[in-house]
């Protein structure tokens, strides 16, 4: 089964349309918010490193990037 990483913020449109998108996809995510709970800025910069925006998007363990890469994924997908 496909699974997925979203690194996030709160209040990002960006962020709820990737979600959004994976809902549609069928691909079950766990979500990183940098700015609740335990993640942080610096592990998602460990992640992707020269991070400059969220969402950051990996699909069984390859970063596909931001919503737009995102987007360009599934596109290509098929």
Not at 9 to 29: F, H, Q, R, W
Not at 30 to 48: K, S
């Amino acid at each position: 089964m496909t699974k997925a990483i979203i690194w996030t913020k709160t209040y990002c449109p960006y962020c709820v349309n990737a979600k959004n998108l994976l809902k549609m996809k069928g691909i079950e995510y766990e979500e990183r918010n940098i700015q609740e709970g335990t993640w942080t800025r610096e592990q998602l910069l460990e992640a992707v490193p020269g991070a400059r925006t969220v969402p950051q998007v990996f699909i069984d363990g390859e970063l596909i990037g931001t919503y737009d890469q995102l987007k360009e994924y599934f596109k290509n997908e098929s």
